[in-house]
């Protein structure tokens, strides 16, 4: 069965840096690619209204990234260990909140509605 489990979240200062690993498993099975993003909640939000911050598709590695967070986070992925990485630097207060990794068993990237897998989620906080 496909596992999504994502962490690394933690508590830091404005400025600092975090790095969330995400891996997958029990893709073994399926042969179509996946796309993989980053959707935090803030305090208060339900998960169904998750913003993208951040994702990476199956079709060339392309990603994209909110407005908010161009030139601070970066997203990887390590296909041979079926992971995908959100680094995030210059951390801002605004940041704060609950960040989960989800998947989806296509080629492009796309808003958390139409997302196959989820993690529970990794908390991040950041003070001022």
């Known amino acids: 069965q496909v596992q999504v489990v994502e962490s690394g979240g933690g508590l830091v200062q404005a400025g600092g840096s975090l790095r969330l690993p995400c891996p997958a498993s029990g893709f073994g099975t399926i042969f179509h690619s996946n796309v993989m993003g980053w959707f935090p909640q803030s305090p208060g939000k339900e998960r169904g209204r998750l913003e993208r911050?951040?994702?990476?598709?199956?079709?060339?590695?392309?990603?994209n990234y909110a407005e908010s967070v161009k030139g601070r986070f970066t997203i990887s992925r390590d296909n041979a260990k079926n992971t995908v990485f959100l680094q995030m630097n210059s951390l801002k207060p605004g940041d704060t909140g609950v960040y989960y990794c989800g998947a989806e068993v296509s080629y492009y990237c796309s808003g958390p509605e139409n997302m196959d897998y989820w993690g529970k989620g990794t908390l991040v906080t950041v003070s001022s």
């Open positions: 911050v951040s994702c990476i598709d199956s079709l060339e590695g392309r990603t």
